[in-house]
């Protein structure tokens, strides 16, 4: 996934809302870890179904907005808890000349 990815460039926008302590991390993982990316595709699914929730017809709204409010809230606990046990380590080269 390239830095210019706009599907990228969404998740990264929801985590820092969600998550902005463990956005650098978080961005990482992003390229390295394709069952992160997934619960991150997962949230920004729940996160725009709940935003049209009012769209649904009224004698299923509430239950929809609870039910997607709990999947973005355990979605976020999810990546959050995810991030936390995820060992990415920086690698950054040196630009001292080899011996």
Do not use: W
């Not at 929801?14 to 390229?31: N, T, Y």
């Not at 996160?47 to 999947?71: C, F, H, M």
């Not at 973005?72 to 999810?78: D, P």
């Amino acid at each position: 996934m390239g830095a210019g990815d706009p599907e990228k460039m969404a998740i990264l926008a929801l985590l820092e809302v969600h998550l902005p302590e463990h956005l650098a991390l978080a961005r990482r993982l992003l390229d390295v870890d394709e069952n992160f990316h997934g619960m991150c595709q997962d949230l920004a699914a729940a996160i725009e179904a709940l935003t049209n929730v009012d769209l649904l017809p009224v004698t299923v709204r509430e239950g929809r907005r609870q039910e997607y409010g709990s999947l973005v809230e355990g979605l976020v606990e999810e990546i959050g808890d995810a991030v936390l046990r995820s060992k990415v380590v920086s690698l950054k080269r040196s630009t001292d000349p080899m011996p």
